[in-house]
C-alpha cells in the first residue's frame, strides 16, 4: 500500500527516508517528552502523575511526527529537484498544511497521484481519530455527570451489626398447696409457741364528741374533740410534695445553616484545584451537606451539587474541617448543615 507514497517515492523503489531521519526523529520526539515530564511538575505545583505523563507522551509523538514530516519534505525535494529550503520553510511554518501543500505539487511535477492522495487520506484518517478521543477530555460538560456522581462520591458507610438475641427469662416455678399438703402433720417441732397475750394491740380507734358507741366501728365514748377533722388535716400535712415536672428532653441533633456555621469555623483548610479541571477552564461552587458531631469533627459528608471534577477536592478538605461544638440548653449537640466550597481560575 506504501510502496508509491511516502516510503518509496522514487521509480527506483528507493526510499525517501533514511535511518537516519527516523533516529533525528525519534531523539527529538524523546527530549520533547522528558523535557515536559521533569520540567512539567517544576512549572506547575500539584500535577498529577497520570496527567504530566499523558501529556508528555501525547507532545513527544506530535514532535517526532513533525520532525519525520520536515525530515521527508528535506530528502524528497532534493531527490525530485525542487526548492527544498523554500519547501522546508512552508511545512515548518504551516505544519500538515504545509505538508499537503508539498505533496500536491510534487505529484504535480511527478504526474504520480498516488504519493499524494495515499498521504492525505491517512493524515485526515488520523485528525479525526484524534478529534474522537480529544474532544470529550476538553469539553467534559458532554460526559455523562450522573455516572461520574456515583464514581466521585464516597461510598455509604457498611450497615451497623445486628443486636444481640436477647436472653430468655429464666422459668417461674409456681406451686400449688393441695388439701393433701394442708392436712398433712409437721415432721418438725417448733421450739416456742407463741402465747395469746404477746399478740400485737389493736390500733386505737378515733372518736367524736357525741357520737353513739358501736356507730362506727371501732368507735369510743366521748370521743376526743376534732379526732377526725386533726386526722384528716395531718394526713393533708404530712402528704409528700409532688414530683417535679420532668424536664424537656434536649435535641440530640439540629439543623442550621451555613452563614451561622461558618462563623464557627477554627480551622478551613483550603482545597486543591485538580489540575484537570484547570486545564480545562472549569470552575463554580460544589454543595455538600454535613453533619457536625458534637466534638466539633465533620461527619456523614454527602454531595448536593457540583462539577464532577471538583467534588472530589471539595469532600477532601471540608473532611479536615473543624468547628467549636454547638450547646444547647448546655450540652453539645451535632449540627445538619450544607457547606459550600467555591472554586474559581484566577484571571
Known amino acids: 500500500m506504501f510502496e508509491d507514497s511516502l516510503l518509496e517515492s522514487s521509480p527506483s523503489r528507493a526510499p525517501v527516508l533514511k535511518p537516519k531521519h527516523w533516529i533525528i526523529s525519534l531523539a527529538l520526539g524523546l527530549i520533547v517528552f522528558l523535557t ?34 520536515l525530515c521527508y519534505v528535506w530528502a524528497d525535494a532534493r531527490h525530485l529537484k525542487l526548492n527544498a529550503p523554500v519547501w522546508f520553510a512552508i511545512t515548518f511554518l504551516f505544519n500538515v498544511v504545509g505538508f499537503i501543500a508539498y505533496l500536491i505539487y510534487s505529484a504535480i511535477k511527478t504526474d504520480n497521484w498516488k504519493r499524494a492522495t495515499l498521504p492525505i487520506a491517512y493524515i485526515c484518517e488520523g485528525i479525526l481519530v484524534g478529534l474522537f478521543v480529544l474532544v470529550p477530555l476538553i469539553y467534559t460538560e458532554a460526559l455523562p455527570s450522573a455516572q461520574l456522581m456515583t464514581f466521585l462520591a464516597a461510598p455509604p458507610p457498611p450497615p451497623p451489626p445486628p443486636p444481640p438475641p436477647a436472653a430468655a427469662p429464666a422459668p417461674r416455678i409456681i406451686h400449688k398447696a393441695t388439701m393433701a399438703d394442708i392436712m398433712k402433720a409437721p415432721t418438725v417441732i417448733p421450739k416456742t409457741i407463741a402465747r395469746p397475750d404477746e399478740a400485737p394491740a389493736p390500733a386505737a380507734a378515733v372518736g367524736v364528741v357525741g357520737g353513739i358507741p358501736g356507730g362506727v366501728p371501732g368507735g369510743q365514748f366521748g370521743g376526743v ?3 377526725v377533722i386533726g386526722g384528716v388535716m395531718s394526713s393533708v400535712t404530712n402528704a409528700p410534695p409532688p414530683p417535679p415536672p420532668p424536664k424537656a428532653a434536649t435535641p440530640k441533633r439540629i439543623r442550621v445553616g451555613g452563614q ?3 462563623a464557627r469555623l477554627i480551622f478551613q483548610p483550603k482545597p486543591e ?3 484537570l479541571a484547570k ?16 466534638d466539633g469533627t465533620i461527619q456523614d459528608l454527602k ?3 457540583g462539577h464532577p471534577l471538583l467534588v472530589k477536592s471539595a469532600l477532601e478538605a471540608v473532611q479536615r474541617w473543624r468547628y ?5 440548653n448546655g450540652e453539645p449537640v451535632e449540627v445538619v448543615t450544607e457547606v459550600d466550597v467555591n472554586f474559581t481560575l484566577a484571571e
Open 36 to 69: 515536559i515530564f521533569f520540567g512539567l511538575p517544576m512549572v506547575s505545583f500539584g500535577a498529577e502523575t497520570k496527567v504530566v505523563t499523558a501529556q508528555a507522551i501525547i507532545l513527544g509523538v506530535l514532535t517526532a511526527g513533525y520532525a519525520l514530516m
Open 225 to 227: 374533740l376534732g379526732g
Open 260 to 262: 451561622v456555621e461558618s
Open 273 to 275: 484545584y485538580p489540575p
Open 279 to 294: 486545564m480545562a477552564r472549569i470552575q463554580g461552587t460544589v454543595r455538600l451537606e454535613a453533619i457536625i458531631s458534637k
Open 303 to 305: 454531595v448536593v451539587s
Open 324 to 328: 467549636q461544638p454547638t450547646l444547647l
